[in-house]
């Protein structure tokens, strides 16, 4: 079809271009043409991509879930209690505590709470307060001078003088140590702190959100956590509730997760067919969202054809029990068989890249508390 014209003269003699003058300006004209396409097929990509964008936020809006909020997916009356509690808290500075098993997805709404903020130009700064040592929790909050310990070889800010302007995420706080518990109540209150090795108050505008998977109220009971921090923490808790309370989530998270590493590692998988959608169902995932995801990842890695499958993954031997037997087991028993598969997978190995923690979605001293809890070793298993 014709996308235009133009016409060229020869203004000097007026008289007709040479053969060798015509061949040229035909495939001139030829390169203006392909020019010309490839700028329409641009616009049109463009113009289906805000489409679909703009489809995608209306969706989203559909569901509940706005933005900045968007990876917190849901439609269960538990997840859009968690999202309405973003909302009214997001535009204040009030200390938030988000209360949930490991893997629900604490740290996206510590996140959303910020993106929702007058501090969402300024920096997230997330600490998992578990991953350190005792005595290197103090030197990652409030930093350190040089020379103040051993290794300490340059000066080193910490998180709390990092996260000027913006907010400090502390996730599992109920692992901190009584001393540190102290410390982080004096901060709280004065908002100053002190670089180890150095006596010069440093001040800090931050926001703070802390998470954890622990009963707050029973460590303090126990003596494992104080009181004052408890009440100073407990201004606005949020609960997340695990996976297995919101199961008509499952199918929405999955399909996202499906989409998410179908295009990641270049797979051209169409589908996750509804059979395979019922085995997530039915499973109780006691790793939660993280498990979840995981899983999923490791489905699209494993299938090449047209549907994804689950065939030979740990999750079919655990969801089909219901619907084969019609015996009603204890999630325990479940969770014991499930971790126990993982363990013997792994020949016994809990941490690491291909520990049996990672395998699972879990934190290493995750697993290892789930372990104890259940009687898991590897003398009492039978697998």
């Known amino acids: ?66 933005l900045p909020i968007e990876q917190i997916i849901g439609q269960s009356e538990g997840i859009k209690k968690v999202v309405e509690q973003i909302r009214q808290v997001a ?30 130009e300024g920096p997230f700064i997330p600490v998992n307060v578990s991953t350190f040592p005792p005595e290197l929790v103090a030197g990652e ?11 300490a070889h340059e000066k080193k800010k910490g998180r709390f003088e990092l996260a000027d302007g913006g907010t400090i995420f502390l996730d599992e706080i109920g692992d901190l140590s009584l001393d540190m518990q102290v410390k982080l109540l004096r901060v709280l209150q004065e908002r100053t702190f002190e670089r180890l090795g150095s006596s010069k108050p440093i001040h800090s505008d931050f926001r703070v959100i802390v998470a954890t998977n622990k009963n707050i109220r029973q460590e303090v009971e126990k003596g494992n956590f104080r009181q004052d921090l408890y009440y100073r923490l407990n201004v606005f808790p949020i609960h997340v509730p695990p996976l297995r309370e919101r199961r008509q989530d499952i199918a929405l998270l999955a399909r996202e997760f499906f989409s998410m590493f179908n295009k990641k590692l270049d797979k051209k998988i169409k589908r996750i067919p509804m059979e395979e959608i019922n085995k997530l169902m039915s499973y109780h995932w006691p790793g939660n969202v993280r498990e979840l995801k995981h899983f999923i990842e490791r489905a699209v890695i494993l299938s090449n054809g047209y549907d994804i499958s689950f065939s030979g993954l740990e999750i079919e031997t655990a969801a089909r029990i219901s619907s084969e037997t019609g015996k009603i087991v204890l999630l325990a028993d479940m969770e014991r068989e499930h971790i126990e598969k993982a363990l013997k997978s792994t020949f016994w190995k809990i941490s690491g890249p291909f520990g049996a923690a990672s395998l699972l979605g879990l934190p290493p001293s995750t697993l290892r508390h789930r372990m104890k809890l259940l009687g898991i070793s590897k003398k009492s298993s039978s697998l």
């Open 91 to 120: 535009s204040t500075d009030s200390l938030v505590m988000i209360l949930g098993e490991t893997g629900v997805g604490k740290e996206l709404v510590a996140k959303a709470i910020h993106n929702l903020s007058r501090r969402k």
């Open 1 to 66: 079809s014709s996308r235009g014209y133009f016409v060229i003269g020869n203004h000097y003699t007026g008289e007709p271009f040479p053969d060798h003058t015509l061949s040229f300006m035909k495939m001139f004209a030829s390169q203006i043409e392909v020019g010309l396409s490839n700028l329409s097929a641009y616009e049109e990509v463009k113009r289906l991509k805000e489409r679909f964008e703009d489809e995608a936020i209306l969706l989203r809006r559909e569901m509940g879930i706005d």
């Open 141 to 151: 909050l409030f930093g350190h001078e040089k020379g103040a310990f051993t290794g």
